[in-house]
């Protein structure tokens, strides 16, 4: 017998197929593979500094972290800022670090090894090495001493110098980078006595092995610089104090100017 269905029956059953319909459909749905959309991570360079920032280091050979050569430096990295937002400066003072200049060890030659292209040395100037060889520009500046640089930069650049320089045929340099450089003096000696004491062609012997490691440095030389702030209480009558104030006068700001131009042209050098 052929049973009656009423229509509230019907809904009912109606109701019934769409609900196990939904049902099945949210299962499939679950079991399926989700499609998911990947951002690519922002790139961050180690120092958390944007992947365009053009980073220029100066390195103060100097005791002094106010004196000549220390403002010349600044006056350098001020240059450096001014040609570019995306410029990042650093200044080392290497009197503050405790190291050593190269140990003749040799492990920087070495075949087969990690160390090779590395100075394995560990002290105060081993980050720095390292920091050194990434950027961008690095000036060294320092006053003159007997002639020649402080002790304390001629060992810093052993040490950063010497892993590099290979005794291969080719490569001559391992360097990560072949940056730019510039070098900062500061002395005493006049610009005649500069050059008739042959300090251009002592400095010069350093500067040819940061070119041959890196970009050959662009030199900027302070001359006849102004030493103590009271010339009366040193026994120093071989000059003139009233004679370097005048000095002072006409040429330190020229002296400060020509570093400000230096890095500007170093960060514009970098840029083209």
Same mark, same amino acid.
């Given at each position: 017998?052929?049973?009656?269905?009423?229509?509230?029956?019907?809904?009912?059953?109606?109701?019934?197929?769409?609900?196990?319909?939904?049902?099945?459909?949210?299962?499939?749905?679950?079991?399926?593979?989700?499609?998911m959309?990947?951002?690519?991570?922002?790139?961050?360079?180690?120092?958390?500094?944007?992947?365009?920032?053009?980073?220029?280091?100066?390195?103060?050979?100097?005791?002094?972290? &106010?004196? &000549?050569?220390?403002?010349?430096?600044?006056?350098?990295?001020?240059?450096?800022?001014?040609?570019?937002?995306?410029?990042?400066?650093?200044?080392?003072?290497?009197?503050?670090?405790?190291?050593?200049?190269?140990?003749?060890?040799?492990?920087?030659?070495?075949?087969?090894?990690?160390?090779?292209?590395?100075?394995?040395?560990?002290?105060?100037?081993?980050?720095?090495?390292?920091q050194?060889?990434?950027?961008?520009?690095?000036?060294?500046?320092?006053?003159?001493?007997?002639?020649?640089?402080?002790?304390?930069?001629?060992?810093?650049?052993?040490?950063?110098?010497?892993?590099y320089?290979?005794?291969?045929?080719?490569?001559?340099?391992?360097?990560?980078k072949?940056?730019?450089?510039?070098?900062?003096?500061?002395?005493?000696?006049?610009?005649?006595?500069?050059?008739?004491?042959?300090?251009?062609?002592?400095?010069?012997?350093?500067?040819?092995?940061?070119?041959?490691?890196?970009?050959?440095?662009?030199?900027?030389?302070?001359?006849?610089?102004?030493?103590?702030?009271?010339?009366?209480?040193?026994?120093?009558?071989?000059?003139?104090?009233?004679?370097?104030?005048?000095?002072?006068?006409?040429?330190?700001?020229?002296?400060?100017?020509?570093?400000?131009d230096?890095?500007?042209?170093?960060?514009?050098?970098?840029?083209?």
């Open positions: 017998m052929k049973q009656h269905q009423t229509p509230k029956t019907i809904h009912l059953q109606k109701y019934c197929k769409w609900v196990g319909v939904m049902a099945i459909a949210l299962l499939l749905g679950a079991a399926a593979p989700c499609k959309t990947e951002t690519a991570p922002t790139k961050v360079s180690e120092n958390n500094l944007p992947p365009t920032t053009i980073e220029i280091i100066a390195i103060n050979g100097s005791p002094r972290t &106010n004196g &000549n050569t220390a403002e010349m430096c600044n006056h350098f990295l001020e240059g450096a800022i001014s040609a570019n937002a995306n410029v990042h400066t650093t200044i080392i003072n290497l009197y503050e670090l405790d190291f050593k200049g190269c140990k003749s060890c040799f492990a920087c030659k070495l075949k087969n090894n990690s160390s090779y292209g590395h100075c394995i040395v560990e002290d105060g100037i081993t980050k720095l090495i390292e050194v060889s990434q950027a961008d520009g690095v000036v060294f500046a320092s006053p003159i001493y007997l002639g020649d640089i402080t002790g304390e930069m001629r060992s810093f650049l052993e040490r950063l110098l010497f892993p320089l290979t005794y291969q045929q080719e490569p001559r340099s391992v360097a990560p072949r940056m730019q450089t510039a070098m900062i003096y500061t002395m005493n000696v006049t610009e005649q006595g500069y050059y008739d004491q042959k300090y251009d062609e002592k400095l010069a012997v350093m500067e040819n092995v940061i070119g041959r490691i890196f970009q050959q440095p662009v030199s900027i030389c302070a001359f006849n610089t102004y030493q103590f702030d009271d010339y009366s209480r040193y026994y120093a009558d071989r000059f003139s104090e009233p004679d370097k104030a005048s000095y002072k006068t006409e040429h330190w700001a020229l002296d400060c100017q020509k570093a400000f230096a890095g500007k042209a170093m960060v514009e050098t970098i840029l083209k």
